[in-house]
């Protein structure tokens, strides 16, 4: 098969994309911990991508995406990539390099969302030992099941077309996990920590809307119908989520608030994620306004329930993966676009097949409990040989200080 430039010239601009969403993300997280932990808290987003880079050189890539072995797990055939470097990706225009560092960005990603859970209060140490574990034990796995030729997700029906359930429900419910093991910060919730600068995470926003542009239609991985659809879904779903915040916070707290438009912007782009490829454009806005009426509850429940998810790791991409995840089942239309004459995606329950909206369900869940189990068993080990949790007197006097030996501000 021929390699097409200009599909491939689109993919390795959304693969920079992509990699432009971590910054964003440092921004966004950054600016609603305190000013003693702002450094601590970038260092997170930025961190985790060259331990996953180093990952997806020498395995992760071959056991996510290599040939399968039951539908469980690829293989160990392309260590190093040396192999892949003439090869287009099978069924596709674009060379297996670029959907290498594609998909390279999106596990590099994927880890550090979780890191809102348990922002000033993780050792960097055990962070770092945390984010090699899960990217090797619980996002390569389900990212095989899903997206892998022969997954055995995939083989079910399972439509996730740029990581709802691979990306969002596992980082999301992992970072549940995460909030319950390590425990709430000092002083919680009877002190709860303003944001140091919203201007901050307004902007991270703002990097994030844009970059998620390259997270969905790049997963096209062509430039064309595809493409523009998933391009369109995402800012109608990223509008929906901030409608819908907006509405139902002020009418919660009578004023609407410049965090809960960053976080329902999130919402909806998070929602939208495993539907944009396949739902109309009048839908992705509805699943976006159930997204940000969805997470905002999501976030709420953290105050009812104790737990303590320091910047709504969970309220947001957890909550926000499972609405998209299962209204993907509902609102999902089989297409076939021009110059193709094979149908893409599949019918949903709005479409008169209620069996796609049955895998949906199982997908998630099946995201979600796997996380779930082994985030905390790697959590446990981590604890047990490094520690999870820095001292009360690091955590009083900062993390940028005790872990870094730096400050965010000077004077």
Request: charged share 10%; aromatic share 12%.
């Amino acid at each position: 098969m021929r390699t097409d430039t200009g599909d491939t010239a689109w993919l390795l601009v959304s693969a920079a994309l992509v990699l432009f969403m971590s910054p964003g993300l440092a921004l966004f997280y950054a600016g609603m911990v305190r000013r003693k932990n702002v450094l601590s808290t970038l260092m997170h987003s930025f961190s985790s991508i060259p331990v996953v880079l180093v990952i997806w050189l020498l395995f992760g890539y071959g056991l996510a995406f290599g040939p399968t072995h039951g539908g469980y797990i690829g293989g160990l055939g392309s260590v190093g990539l040396e192999a892949l470097a003439t090869q287009n990706r099978a069924g596709t225009n674009v060379p297996e390099l670029a959907f290498v560092a594609f998909q390279m960005m999106f596990a590099g990603i994927a880890p550090a969302l979780i890191s809102g859970a348990f922002a000033e209060r993780m050792k960097f140490t055990a962070y770092l030992a945390f984010v090699a574990l899960w990217a090797t034990f619980v996002y390569v796995p389900m990212a095989h099941w899903v997206w892998a030729d022969g997954g055995w997700l995939a083989k079910m029906g399972a439509l996730d077309f740029a990581g709802g359930a691979v990306i969002h429900v596992t980082a999301g419910v992992s970072a549940l996990v995460c909030a319950k093991v390590l425990g709430v910060r000092l002083k919680y919730p009877h002190e709860r920590p303003l944001p140091h600068d919203l201007t901050m995470t307004m902007t991270g926003a703002g990097i994030l809307w844009f970059g998620w542009f390259g997270f969905n239609a790049g997963s096209a991985l062509s430039s064309g119908h595809l493409s523009a659809l998933a391009f369109v879904a995402t800012h109608l779903g990223a509008a929906g989520g901030v409608i819908g915040w907006t509405i139902v916070e002020w009418r919660h707290r009578g004023k609407p608030t410049a965090l809960g438009v960053a976080s329902g912007l999130v919402a909806g782009l998070v929602a939208i994620t495993p539907a944009a490829g396949f739902v109309s454009p009048w839908a992705a806005l509805l699943i976006g306004l159930v997204a940000g009426v969805g997470c905002y509850v999501g976030v709420l429940a953290k105050y009812k329930y104790g737990y303590d998810d320091s910047l709504d790791a969970f309220g947001v991409h957890g909550v926000g993966g499972v609405i998209g995840a299962i209204l993907t089942g509902v609102f999902a239309r089989e297409r076939t676009f021009p110059g193709s004459d094979k149908p893409f995606g599949a019918n949903g329950l709005l479409y008169g097949n209620p069996k796609l909206l049955g895998v949906q369900l199982l997908t998630t869940a099946v995201a979600a409990v796997f996380s779930g189990v082994l985030t905390w068993a790697i959590l446990k080990l981590v604890d047990r040989l490094i520690g999870l949790r820095v001292p009360k007197s690091d955590e009083r006097e900062g993390l940028d200080t005790t872990q870094h030996g730096e400050t965010g501000y000077a004077g």
